[in-house]
């Protein structure tokens, strides 16, 4: 019984040598492989897209999907840019990568009959993209694909998964939710009789991820994944409007119609981040404006994530960096904080903007005995608004970068500066809107020493007095924050004047105490000459990247620790900070609406629509 017992193993280890073999040769046999990926279509109708094309192509580039599996359907026409050429070139490098590449270019017109502009859409163009749309889902049935992804040629995916986890959904149709700078997403929650957009309660909490999975909605639009393989897909048409269609003819509504009449739900996916797109313009606005706004939506991803790279089959023309007509762009940074370096540097030269790097005084390596040996003394009886406590070691910090810098001006005479930190934010035509600000001033010959480009407004009762003539600028009333601000050689000098290192407090109290705005008189008597000319940008040009509180939030002023203290800690518990709740409440009062206002203003609502 124990020989037996013992041969056992031998025996099946001769007769099961391996899984893939058998006893006897004919007997062997592989593993099975694994399934090919699903056949992707990928539908590009593009029109005036060369300022996108590069980073969008980019994003199609770095998808992690095998290119083998992916047939490119590309149609422009209508251009009065270089979009063509660039599709072309584009192709030409890449067409051996992909399974199968239909382009589709018109180059003998350039615009729609009674067209205003290239932003304007009349019936003629949404007929005109409805049956291109058509044409690639037509495309994409005849050579069996498994899906069709529409996408519009300024829709960043940022997510290279983004195919595999709209898959995984098992939807006939759903989106990526897609990111921008406003309110708008590529998804309406809720939609009137006559098929427009309304206004429901469940939008705001998907489109600020409150509420995360894949939503029912009654549309989808901009870039969604179409499950060809779905039965009633074969219902699905771009083209013609169904038959008992009667609303706006519009190619996003027409589709969303053809969905509701095959009875197939539309799915929007916010799990996770997957891209961003412009806010749409308005249709008098211009390719500029639209180049503009598209930039700005990369800006606003590099607060969060690593700047896109464009397509590395295409070369772009360098940018030509300038200072936009200021004598010196400075900007602030920690030594330590290569990473805010890195992204404000990259930032400012997607938008053609050359600066001076200044190193920050870093509070936090100083001592007691440093802090006397230049001369620095506290204001008397000074305390922070919002904990009662003394100044701390990055906002002295804070202040002596700030101070170093209106030495230099006047050092170097130079009559108009700009001032900027490295936890800032652009606001969309930040570049055309500054250079605007800057021509208005100096033609009305306005009498200036400092005008905030961004700021923390903190007196709210009654709105700041607009300057006339003068588009966009009021006259500064108690503000916070020194996040961007244009300063004069006069300027620099009234501030230099009053010494302030002697009677020392946060940077963002001393300016408003030196145009006399201050609420505290008691501190604004230490400085006997407050007569400031200080003004604002209206609305603001610049916002910082975090707010207190939100996620991703560091600040090296406020949590710190007091100057003549180390052991004295000054990080608040920022979920129950009334400074918290307080920045949200300024932030939606603080507004003037008796400026006057540029036309920019009209092409940048942070809406839905």
């Known amino acids: 019984m124990h020989r037996v017992t013992s041969l056992l193993p031998a025996l099946l ?49 770095r998808l992690h999907y095998p290119k083998d599996r992916i047939a490119l359907w590309v149609a422009t ?59 690639a889902l037509d495309s994409a049935r005849e050579i069996w694909a498994d899906y069709l992804l529409v996408a519009d040629c300024d829709n960043l995916l940022t997510n290279p998964d983004v195919l595999w986890k709209l898959m995984r959904e098992n939807k006939t149709i759903v989106a990526p939710m897609l990111e921008s700078r406003a309110a708008y997403s590529n998804f309406w929650c809720g939609m009137t ?10 939008y705001m909490p998907i489109r600020k991820q409150e509420r995360r999975g894949c939503f029912d909605v009654p549309m989808v639009h901009s870039t969604y994944l179409v499950d060809l393989r779905k039965e009633a897909s074969r219902q699905l048409a771009f083209y013609p409007p169904h038959t008992q269609y009667s609303w706006a003819l519009d190619d996003v509504i027409v589709f969303a119609y053809s969905a509701r009449m095959a009875d197939v739900q539309m799915y929007v996916c916010n799990k996770e981040t997957y891209g961003y797109f412009p806010v749409p313009m308005r249709s008098h606005a211009t390719l500029l404006d639209e180049a503009e706004s598209f930039l700005h939506t990369h800006l606003e991803i590099m607060v969060k994530h690593s700047p896109l790279e464009p397509s590395s089959f295409l070369s772009l023309p360098p940018k030509q960096p300038n200072m936009m007509g ?18 404000m540097l990259r930032t400012l030269y997607e938008q053609e903007l050359s600066c001076k790097v200044v190193a920050a005084v870093d509070g ?26 003394p100044l701390t070691k990055g906002e002295l910090g804070c202040f002596l970068s700030h101070y170093n810098i209106w030495k230099e001006i006047i050092d170097r005479g130079l009559h108009t500066s700009l001032v900027i930190e490295d936890d800032l ?7 055309r809107r500054l250079q605007t600000l800057l021509q208005e001033v100096t033609t009305h010959k ?7 480009i961004g700021r923390k407004r903190m007196q709210v009762e009654h709105s700041e007095k607009p300057v006339p003539n003068i588009h966009n600028l009021v006259e500064a009333d108690y503000s916070y924050w020194t996040l961007g601000y244009m300063l004069s050689l006069q300027g620099a000098q009234k501030l230099i004047s009053a010494e302030p290192l002697t009677k020392m407090l946060p940077v963002d109290e001393f300016l408003p105490a030196m145009y006399d705005k201050h609420p505290v008189s008691e501190y604004m008597e230490h400085f006997e000459r407050r007569d400031l000319r200080a003004f604002s940008a209206e609305p603001l040009l610049v916002y910082p990247t975090h707010y207190t509180g939100e996620e991703g939030y560091i600040s090296d002023t406020e949590t710190s620790v007091v100057w003549d203290n180390e052991t004295l800690k000054t990080d608040w518990d920022r979920a129950k900070s009334r400074k918290t709740q307080e920045q949200e409440e300024l932030s939606f009062e603080a507004k003037n609406s008796d400026v006057l206002q540029s036309e920019l203003e009209n092409w940048s609502a942070r809406d839905e629509l």
């Open 446 to 452: 306005l009498d200036w020493d400092l005008i905030y």
């Open 364 to 389: 936090k390596a100083l001592n007691k005995t440093d802090i006397e040996s230049m001369g620095i003394k506290m204001l008397p009886g000074y305390k922070d608004p919002y904990h009662g406590r």
């Open 326 to 343: 200021f004598d010196e762009v400075f900007m602030i940074n920690l030594v330590r904080r290569s990473d805010r370096r890195e992204r």
């Open 13 to 61: 280890f001769v007769l099961l040598p391996g899984l893939s073999r058998g006893y006897f040769p004919e007997e062997r046999w592989s593993p099975e492989s694994p399934l090919l990926a699903p056949r992707v279509v990928i539908a590009l109708v593009c029109r005036n897209s060369a300022h996108s094309l590069p980073l969008f192509l980019g994003g199609i580039e």
């Open 425 to 431: 934010r652009f606001e969309v035509f930040f570049r």
């Open 193 to 202: 009789s006559q098929g427009y957009y309304k206004r429901t309660p469940a």
């Open 77 to 135: 026409d209508h251009n009065i840019d270089n979009t063509t050429a660039i599709l072309r070139d584009w192709l030409i490098q890449v067409q051996n990568d992909y399974h199968y590449v239909e382009w589709r270019p018109d180059e003998e017109t350039s615009a729609f009959e009674d067209e205003v502009g290239p932003k304007h859409w009349n019936n003629l163009r949404y007929e005109h993209v409805m049956k291109l749309r058509q044409a």
